[in-house]
């Protein structure tokens, strides 16, 4: 059987922030309850108390830089 693939947050070299960490628990909990478009996500997210890094409320364009951010090697995202 073959090891089970681990993706780039996984194999992370440094513990997630708080705010990473509320910012995934709040999208678990989006998706949850099945909201999967962009429009619904940001629109869950405004309705939480979890903000952009930046401050202020997410727009689509906010969100999709800041998980392009999360996602990136280097200091701001996974390695």
């Known amino acids: ?8 947050l996984q194999s992370a070299d440094r513990a997630p922030t ?18 999967h478009d962009l429009p ?3 629109a869950a997210l405004n309705d939480t108390g979890v903000r952009p890094a930046h401050g202020g409320d ?10 392009a951010r999360l996602g990136a ?4 995202g996974p390695r």
């Open 1 to 8: 059987m073959s090891e089970p693939r681990t993706g780039a």
């Open 18 to 35: 708080s705010y990473e960490n509320a910012l995934a628990d709040e999208l678990e909990r989006v998706f949850g309850r099945g909201t």
């Open 40 to 42: 619904g996500v940001v």
């Open 58 to 67: 997410w727009t689509e364009d906010s969100f999709t830089t800041e998980m």
């Open 73 to 76: 090697p280097g200091e701001d």
